[in-house]
């Protein structure tokens, strides 16, 4: 059963506009929420993360908020630019075993100029 | 280059034919992954390791098989390829379980 969703296949967003991309999970034991960011023809490169014991996370024009009773997470990418277009992967982390990091389906990110 | 690299990026080959994937890191990170990601399904796991000579199963093993006798090499085995396992092939590493994983840039795998 996938542990952590990603609901939205796509997304597209005028540039210079908020793009908000979400992820649910359902283990409340995470202890790491993860943001990966993936261009064609390349691997995913780590984006940003938060920890499981605070709210939000802000690293210039990238922010994530997680809520913790809801068992949600979000991207926030302000203002959004034709350069974020690409594959975003939510992921969580366990902090225990080698085997501990769950990742979304993806949401394909689309920012027109 | 200090990185991840997998090679070959591209392969064709067919059903029943062995393949092999490879995956070189220079950082001596401790665990390495592989990863098929494939539409719909995202990035699913394969194999992990935790040092050298220590390999254990993802989500989706059958019909791979992986070595690690040094740490800075994952192999990947496809012993006798299915048209099921045509797919983009990521090889990952990181050095903490509490670390961000970084990615080589995949391997295209196509079997006809």
């Known amino acids: 059963d996938q542990q952590v969703k990603q609901n939205s296949p796509s997304l597209s967003v005028q540039e210079g506009r908020i793009s908000i991309l979400n992820c649910d999970y359902t283990n409340s034991m995470f202890d790491y929420f993860l943001w990966y960011k993936k261009y064609p023809a390349e691997g995913p490169t780590f984006l940003i993360s938060i920890s499981s014991i605070k709210d939000k996370n802000e690293d210039g024009r990238f922010t994530v908020f997680l809520n913790k009773s809801a068992k949600h997470l979000s991207l926030h990418i302000v203002p959004s630019q034709p350069g974020d277009s690409a594959v975003y992967f939510c992921a969580a982390l366990l902090q225990t075993g080698a085997n501990n990091l769950f990742f979304g389906t993806g949401t394909r990110l689309t920012v027109i100029p | 280059d200090a990185g991840i690299t997998q090679s070959p990026r591209y392969k064709i080959t067919e059903t029943g034919r062995q393949v092999t994937l490879m995956c070189h890191q220079t950082w001596s990170h401790s665990y390495m992954f592989w990863y098929r990601q494939d539409l719909g399904h995202g990035l699913r796991l394969i194999y992990y390791s935790a040092a050298a000579d220590i390999t254990d199963k993802g989500e989706v093993p059958d019909g791979y098989v992986v070595s690690r006798s040094k740490t800075e090499n994952f192999p990947l085995t496809l012993e006798s390829a299915t048209r099921s396992q045509t797919s983009v092939y990521f090889c990952?590493?990181?050095?903490?379980?509490?670390?961000?994983?970084?990615f080589g840039d995949g391997t295209r795998l196509s079997i006809l």
């Open positions: 990952a590493s990181r050095q903490g379980t509490d670390q961000p994983q970084h």
